[in-house]
């Protein structure tokens, strides 16, 4: 079975800060894929990758057949039309209201009636709960409900794919329980390949069929939630039961603590 | 002294930067005029929040600006007896400067300063970013309507602008300090010309309009999307677009009124 997405030897750069080094991820269709590791390892910066708005340094990105990077402009713009994205912060148009959020990319990209689209933007709604909030503006709704009219808006075109960016950080347990049950079962009703970047342990081990645990720019480990459960490295353990020291310190790297406190005031 | 050439060295590189930067994005919104035609709409939504939320701001300072120009006008001119050409002296120095110049800074602080707030938080909340995964280019589909509006509006605020501070002088002149009504509208209209004094100025507000709603909508668009950075840059869109505004009007009264 060829990959959904396949990345090899992805190298990429913030000004000195290397973010990746080398890593080959693959993406199956019609799983739901983690890709997992602790804050400021650059999994948002992948989904950008992805979803070509970052160049890489080096290595490529493949996504359906296609080299993201090597697309033309509008190329990428229609392969983007099948590619659905979840901003962590939901990036909801705050100017206009829940329908209309909705219903923008179907606006944007098709000539549908507005009876169509209307039944249409109905359908996600209802498919995320929030059919009866169409009326409001984003700025009313709590942060569980933009990340699902968000979601709504991802699936208007029904793309083949989904980005979701942090989808469970900042959740009550009642939207997030919502949220973790959506994102699988709209995997599986439409037939879509998820890719999930998060640090919640729990809940996407729940979810996913594979995962990736990224560290230190590169693949640690890979496979299925039990495989990593059972892992036998450290490092793995530490990240998948939240110990709070291991291979990753709990203090951030510098002095030791007695030489500071030794060193006296000019040393602030 | 190497210190300083190399910070005057890094100051050059980025602003050399921007610059280029700035020009690619004029660049994009161009290209994406044409294609805006198509859905002008976008456009005349823009055109209620750039142009007539501007209108008050310009109207009031209009009629005080041309009240302030009959009074002094009046007290210079009065000494020479020749206090009925205040009609002339006013219409001139609005339709050429004052109109232009004026709302132009009234309009960088009212409307540019909104639209780069506006687009420097879209970026900060990934609200562009969002539409870029949509496959709806933020541009032209955010950033191109504005810029025609801006550069629509502007004119059409300075005319007000004119107009207004015009019936302000005369206000003054006529009804307050007794210039003969028949004196200051016929004097204006035979001193004031139409290519020469009017397409001037109109010309000068497009101009304006132009480069403020470029320095806006750049600012926003590159905006450090934090809440300090989005700050920094509203701040730098009124600062710069004065300097631009005024010096620019220096250049262009030197070429329209030079010889």
Redesign the interface.
């Known amino acids: 079975m060829t990959p959904l997405i396949k990345i090899r030897d992805l190298h990429f750069n913030r000004g000195d800060k290397v973010i990746f080094d080398g890593v080959d991820i693959d993406i199956y269709r019609g799983k739901v894929t983690a890709i997992m590791g602790p804050s400021g390892t650059g999994k948002t910066t992948l989904l950008k990758l992805i979803g070509g708005q970052l160049r890489p340094q080096r290595g490529s990105i493949v996504v359906d057949g296609e080299d993201v990077h090597k697309l033309s402009r509008k190329a990428l713009y229609a392969l983007r039309k099948r590619m659905g994205m979840l901003f962590q912060s939901g990036a909801l148009l705050t100017d206009i209201n829940v329908f209309e959020n909705v219903a923008f990319p179907l606006y944007e990209h098709t000539d549908l009636p507005e009876s169509m689209i209307r039944d249409l933007v109905l359908m996600k709604l209802q498919a995320v709960g929030l059919r009866n909030a169409r009326d409001m503006m984003p700025a009313e709704l709590s942060g569980g409900m933009a990340r699902r009219v968000a979601l709504a808006r991802a699936m208007a075109l029904d793309p083949m794919m989904i980005l979701y960016d942090e989808p469970f950080t900042g959740q009550d347990p009642i939207s997030m329980g919502t949220l973790v049950n959506l994102i699988r079962r709209m995997n599986d009703a439409m037939g879509l390949t998820s890719i999930v970047v998060s640090h919640d342990v729990a809940e996407t081990t729940q979810i996913a069929d594979d995962i990736y645990l990224l560290s230190g720019g590169k693949v640690v480990d890979q496979g299925t939630p039990e495989q990593l459960q059972k892992s036998g490295s450290d490092w793995v353990e530490q990240f998948m039961q939240g110990l709070p020291d291991g291979p990753v310190p709990f203090h951030y790297p510098g002095t030791e603590f007695a030489d500071d406190l030794l060193a006296g005031e000019e040393n602030r | 002294m190497i210190d300083f050439i190399r910070t005057l060295g890094r100051w050059a590189l980025g602003t050399m930067e921007r610059l280029g930067r700035a020009t690619l994005l004029l660049v994009q919104i161009l290209t994406g005029i044409p294609e805006l035609m198509m859905r002008f709409s976008l456009v005349v939504q823009q055109l209620f929040y750039v142009g007539v939320l501007s209108v008050l701001i310009i109207l009031v300072s209009g009629l005080f600006v041309g009240m302030v120009l009959g009074l002094q006008g009046y007290n210079t001119l009065v000494d020479f007896g020749a206090e009925e050409s205040l009609g002339v002296l006013v219409s001139l120095s609005l339709v050429r400067e004052l109109g232009p110049v004026v709302s132009a800074l009234l309009f960088a602080g009212r409307a540019g300063s909104a639209l780069t707030a506006e687009i420097g938080l879209?970026k900060s909340?990934?609200?562009l970013?969002?539409?870029?995964?949509?496959?709806?280019?933020p541009v032209r589909?955010v950033i191109a309507p504005r810029f025609l509006a801006g550069l629509i509006s502007m004119p059409l605020l300075a005319a007000m602008f004119s107009a207004v501070g015009i019936l302000g002088a005369f206000l003054v002149g006529h009804s307050l300090l007794g210039v003969d009504d028949g004196a200051f509208w016929s004097q204006m209209q035979a001193k004031t010309d139409w290519y020469e004094d009017i397409l001037n100025g109109v010309i000068k507000s497009i101009v304006f309009g132009f480069v403020v709603t470029w320095i806006a909508l750049f600012e926003g668009y590159d905006a450090v999307p934090t809440s300090e950075g989005v700050g920094r840059s509203t701040t730098r869109t009124v600062v710069h677009s004065a300097f631009a505004i005024l010096g620019l009007d220096f250049v262009l009264t030197a070429l329209m009124f030079g010889e």
């Open positions: 879209m909340t990934e609200q970013s969002g539409m870029e995964m949509m496959a709806v280019d589909r």
